[in-house]
């Protein structure tokens, strides 16, 4: 994995790209909950992740919302307007605070889309195609396996994504990513402790056993994770010792 300390697609780029685009990049901080794009609202930036991890939320009619996939340094939030749609029926918020880059869609579309031949252009349309099998498996493995299986493969893949081990989550948070009522993620919350693998309390989540939280995941989190794999020439996630591997 590449030392530099920033978004993964960024960090791809050659030097000549990397500089050329640098004018258009705002270094930003993001807090929990924020949102990054609203539900059919106009899309106006693309967000590059650090050490933050966005997820994309689909509305139901009752008032819920669930989430169909995550966002972290491997991958860009905006996806939709690079499909060439300026709104989307879904909702994007951040999930782990931290930092990232913003550009606006204005300066995407022409430096990026419209412009000269683009190593970013290229490599956003290969995350995107990993994204959207994310969101196939996503509704799969909501569909099917355990809520211990889901909360287990949800922790790890924010695990692959931050570049430490603990970080702050509500219980209501986690409910609404996983599509239950806070008293389940609670007790599921609790076995996962129990068991050695983390570590919960007043919001602050903590990773003792990401190999665990591996083993403990359905089959839904490698499957994700090879597709973003196809993306990089390099190893990227964080393995379950604390280093990167592909």
């Known amino acids: ?4 300390k920033e978004n993964l697609l960024l960090a791809e780029l050659s030097r000549t790209e990397r500089r050329r685009l640098e004018a258009y990049l705002q270094p930003v901080e993001v807090s929990l909950g924020e949102v990054l794009i609203k539900q059919n609202e106009e899309i106006k930036y693309m967000f590059f992740p ?3 991890v966005t997820s ?4 139901l009619s009752d008032g819920s919302s669930i989430e169909t996939g995550l966002m972290g340094i ?26 990232g880059h913003l550009m606006t869609t204005r300066d995407f579309k022409r430096h990026v889309m419209n412009g000269r031949s683009s190593q970013l252009d290229s490599l956003v349309g290969r995350y995107t195609h990993a994204f ?3 969101t196939s498996l996503v509704a799969a493995c909501n569909r099917l ?6 909360m287990c493969r949800w922790l790890k893949l924010v695990h692959n994504r931050i570049r430490r081990e603990d970080f702050y989550m509500r219980q209501e948070f986690m409910a609404q990513m996983l599509g239950v009522q806070r008293p389940t993620v609670s007790t599921t919350a609790n076995m996962l402790q129990k068991a050695g693998l983390i570590t919960y309390s007043r919001g602050q989540m903590k990773i003792l056993d990401p190999q665990g939280l591996e083993a403990g995941s359905c089959e839904c ?5 090879r597709q973003f794999d196809r993306i990089f ?10 280093n990167a591997k592909k």
């Open 1 to 4: 994995m590449p030392d530099r």
């Open 50 to 52: 650090y050490d933050s």
């Open 56 to 59: 994309t939320l689909m509305g």
């Open 74 to 99: 491997e991958g860009v939030v905006g996806i939709q307007f690079w499909l060439g749609v300026n709104s989307t029926p879904t909702e994007t918020i951040v999930q782990v605070a931290g930092k």
């Open 132 to 134: 959207l099998a994310m």
């Open 145 to 150: 396996h355990t809520l211990d299986q889901r």
């Open 221 to 225: 989190l490698e499957l994700m994770e």
């Open 233 to 242: 020439n390099h190893t990227w996630r964080k393995s379950s010792t604390g």
